[in-house]
């Protein structure tokens, strides 16, 4: 669990980032590529990407399927700063001492270290690091980047509206289905157990495009203290977003006007039933109506069964 202490200054310096990040967008779809279950609103883009199998290699072996990566790969955001350039410029420039302090943290004693690692800990330089990122994301990412963009700036006008009605607390306490506000600590779904304490310097919510499951952090508490947010539908409650979707209920009924509205990402069946609160089974059976009104897809992907919106279900959200 990661555990992040406020103060009431904190409260005051709660930021929203002003556009994606590109070494986190980079660094976290390296990840989800990776991931047996990726979903479905990714598989497009897998599918594309796949077919660049050298590049793919030489990125899954800087940034692991699971566990922690290292803190240099993802420079803090700098206020305004969103170029890709600028942010492997910050890399080439860290510290020799910094570097290894770094890799020390990410890979303790008891976790194998990868070699790219122990020639970047003996000679301090990351340039072949940098080399690796910067072909990935011009072939992974920047194709994307568009989508990325509108994707983060969706998230972002959700939780500057959370912000202006319901206020700084009210904002964290909704931010994501993992997180939940127990006033002075934030608590969130994690891969590792994890306190950070804010001590005055607040928190920077930066929403990201290729994260889901749960937020980020890093692992050195002593940088400027940032929560990568995945981009998710139930940011806001869908039972406040279909509240002026009248006419949908209507039509549809509660329940399969809620899962429509769901929808506005992909998701599983049990995505859905934790978000609009019934059974799996309940979620099943109100799909394959919808399915049948041509309004939604349905993919088996292993074990997941995944719903995504057709280009009619979007047209039937956006029209009313």
Same mark, same amino acid.
């Given at each position: 669990?990661?555990?992040?202490?406020?103060?009431?200054?904190?409260?005051?310096?709660?930021?929203?980032?002003?556009?994606?990040?590109?070494?986190?967008?980079?660094?976290?779809?390296?990840?989800?590529?990776?991931?047996?279950? +990726?979903?479905? /609103?990714?598989?497009?883009?897998?599918?594309?990407?796949?077919?660049?199998?050298?590049?793919?290699?030489?990125?899954?072996?800087?940034?692991?399927?699971?566990?922690?990566?290292?803190?240099?790969?993802?420079?803090?955001?700098?206020?305004?700063?969103?170029?890709?350039?600028?942010? +492997?410029?910050?890399?080439?420039?860290?510290?020799?001492?910094?570097?290894?302090?770094?890799?020390?943290?990410?890979?303790?004693?008891?976790?194998?270290?990868?070699?790219?690692?122990?020639?970047?800990?003996?000679?301090?330089?990351?340039?072949?690091?940098?080399?690796?990122?910067? /072909?990935?994301?011009?072939?992974?990412?920047?194709?994307?980047?568009?989508?990325? /963009?509108?994707?983060?700036?969706?998230?972002?006008?959700?939780?500057?509206?959370?912000?202006?009605?319901?206020?700084?607390?009210?904002?964290?306490?909704?931010?994501?289905?993992?997180?939940?506000?127990?006033?002075?600590?934030?608590?969130?779904?994690?891969?590792?157990?994890?306190?950070?304490?804010?001590?005055?310097?607040?928190?920077?919510?930066?929403?990201?495009?290729?994260?889901?499951?749960?937020?980020?952090?890093?692992?050195?508490?002593?940088?400027?203290?940032?929560?990568?947010?995945?981009?998710?539908?139930?940011?806001?409650?869908?039972?406040?977003?279909?509240?002026?979707?009248?006419?949908?209920?209507?039509? +549809?009924?509660?329940?399969?006007?809620?899962?429509?509205?769901?929808?506005?990402?992909?998701?599983?069946?049990?995505?859905?039933?934790?978000?609009?609160?019934?059974?799996?089974?309940?979620?099943?059976?109100?799909?394959?109506?919808?399915?049948?009104?041509?309004?939604?897809?349905?993919?088996?992907?292993?074990?997941?069964?995944?719903?995504?919106?057709?280009?009619?279900?979007?047209?039937?959200?956006?029209?009313?």
């Amino acid at each position: 669990m990661l555990r992040i202490r406020f103060t009431s200054a904190d409260l005051a310096r709660v930021r929203v980032a002003s556009g994606p990040h590109p070494l986190w967008e980079s660094v976290l779809s390296i990840n989800g590529l990776q991931y047996h279950n +990726l979903p479905a /609103r990714y598989w497009a883009w897998r599918s594309a990407v796949s077919e660049h199998p050298d590049i793919l290699r030489a990125a899954y072996s800087v940034v692991p399927a699971s566990g922690n990566f290292a803190d240099f790969l993802t420079p803090p955001m700098q206020s305004g700063t969103t170029s890709v350039e600028e942010q +492997l410029d910050a890399i080439r420039r860290v510290p020799r001492a910094v570097v290894r302090d770094d890799l020390a943290r990410t890979y303790p004693a008891a976790v194998q270290t990868p070699r790219w690692a122990e020639r970047a800990h003996d000679s301090g330089r990351l340039d072949p690091v940098v080399r690796t990122l910067e /072909r990935y994301h011009h072939t992974a990412v920047r194709p994307v980047w568009s989508a990325v /963009r509108t994707g983060v700036e969706q998230a972002r006008q959700r939780l500057t509206a959370l912000l202006l009605n319901a206020g700084v607390e009210g904002m964290l306490s909704r931010l994501h289905p993992s997180i939940r506000w127990r006033d002075p600590v934030l608590e969130a779904d994690y891969v590792t157990d994890q306190t950070l304490d804010l001590d005055g310097r607040g928190l920077l919510v930066v929403p990201s495009y290729f994260c889901f499951g749960a937020p980020v952090t890093f692992i050195d508490g002593d940088l400027p203290p940032t929560l990568v947010l995945p981009i998710q539908p139930d940011d806001v409650p869908v039972d406040e977003r279909i509240a002026d979707l009248d006419v949908l209920v209507r039509l +549809l009924g509660p329940t399969r006007a809620k899962l429509l509205a769901g929808l506005e990402l992909a998701a599983s069946t049990s995505e859905l039933a934790h978000r609009l609160g019934v059974s799996p089974g309940s979620i099943s059976q109100h799909a394959k109506v919808l399915r049948e009104s041509s309004l939604i897809t349905t993919t088996r992907f292993g074990h997941s069964v995944d719903h995504t919106l057709t280009p009619l279900g979007r047209a039937v959200l956006r029209g009313l």
